[in-house]
């Protein structure tokens, strides 16, 4: 039962500054917080869409959102477009609103269902701000006009930002790569790390952020691996950068191909673009050429290779190491899910910090509710490959036809017996969310709940028109999402190009 008074964390990028920047404003009062990066380890760095939580851990860190914006490039994001997912020439959204009103015996779906059913046959996009918005191109933070949205950013950018912002508070950078991890022989924990330069960093508790190399956690002390690549068989990735060539839409696109799927990121000055793809079904030079012959404008930097392999660690938090990031495992990035998973770890290990020493209690504790949260996301990701209408490429027939886990498949079964989802615990993905996917992909509900037909055929239409009246003006009101940013973060990088 050893005091916690010093914090190392191996490795920088947005995990690493993420983890200084919450380390060092909650707790760096009471604790050192040392981040060890060698500037000769270049970062993955292509996290580069969020999703809406990533406001909140801001809001914990008091980061100036106009600030932030204008430092790392960044556009807003309402959702993301799924084009080809459920067949090829298909697109739907899956915003981050929620659309209409919700009463407590059933979710609004089911008064959207019934309305149909009787002739009121309106897209769901019409009952839901964000969605509108995002196909109309708009955005814009107001009182009256509240939507949930996230970023996009370059994520370079953003772990510089966060490493000024940490050592502002005290945080210290240690410069040098770890050449040797060493145990205490009686306890088996981290005692030190030993640089390259002789250089030996002591500490109490260890932070992983060492990428996909898992340098603490599991070639130190061997956490376990589970591996999902059965399920969600994608495993490489290529990414390249294209200029600006039109303005920015407030979400990120997600455009399914043969045998995986391009990302489209859009930023201030410049657009994010990538293909994940499976190699079991591509090799790298198609993949390369299908990325490349679908860019808009031209390349800024050449194609870079990442290879991974989709799961977790069976331990995320294991005797005195925390891994965060990639080096706690990976699940691919078609719903932005990677640095929110890195935020939801910290908010977590600060709630159950060993600030008098480590308890196995809370250890189970923190590896319990991880487990949960990353399940959930991953049956998440796995129903956008399961459900489709695809067979036209033997990697969408083996997603089609694969088994998946029972969780998932009691979620699609319920939903489309009787359009209702229910939210475990605290899982990431809301009702709304598997709503909109779910319909996205082609799930069509029998039934619906019987507490929307109580309404008679005008209140029902009264009531879904009142609805749609509301979101229509309130979205008409809206500035184009590059007027917004324009007058609210303007990066000087988009201030410059424009001039």
Known sequence: MNPIKKVVIAGGGTAGWMAAAVMAKTLGKKIEVVLVESDDIPTVGVGEATIPPLTTFHNILDID???????????????????????????????????????????????????????????????????????????????????????????????????????????????????????????????????????????????????????????SLHAGFEDWSHWLPCDSALAVQTPKVSDPLPYTRSIAHDAGWQWRIPLQSRVGNGMVYSSRFWSDEQAQEVLMANLEGEPLTQPKKIKFRTGTRRKHWHKNCLALGLASGFLEPLESTSIHLVQKSLVRFIQLFPSMGINASDVDEFNRQTKIDVERIRDFIILHYKVTNRTDTEFWRYCKNMQIPDTLQQKIDLFSDSAKVFKVNNELFGEESWIQVMMGQGVEPKSYHGFADVMSDQELNDFLASIRQSKSTMVSKLPTHQQFIDHYCQSKDAHNSAQ
């Not at 959102?65 to 790392?72: L, P």
């Not at 490039?73 to 915003?95: A, D, M, P, Q, V």
């Not at 933070?141 to 996230?150: E, F, G, K, S």
């Open 65 to 219: 959102e106009r600030e932030f914006m204008a430092t790392v490039n960044g556009t807003f994001k309402l959702g993301i477009s799924f084009e080809n997912w459920r067949e090829k020439g298909h697109k739907y959204i899956h915003s981050f609103g929620y659309a209409g009103k919700d009463c407590w015996a059933c979710s609004f779906v089911h008064f959207w269902l019934a309305g149909k059913a009787r002739g009121i046959d309106y897209p769901y996009a019409d009952y839901c701000a964000e969605l509108l918005a995002a196909y109309e191109g708009k955005f814009a933070i107001a009182p009256n006009a509240r939507m949930n949205y996230a970023y996009h950013m370059d994520a370079g950018l953003y772990a510089k930002y966060l490493r000024e912002f940490s050592e502002k508070l005290g945080a210290k950078r240690q410069e040098g790569k770890i050449e040797k991890v060493n145990l205490d022989e009686s306890s088996g924990n981290i005692q030190s790390l030993t640089l390259q330069s002789g250089k030996v960093i002591d500490g109490d508790f260890f932070i992983d952020c060492t990428g996909f190399r898992a340098l603490l956690i599991e070639q």
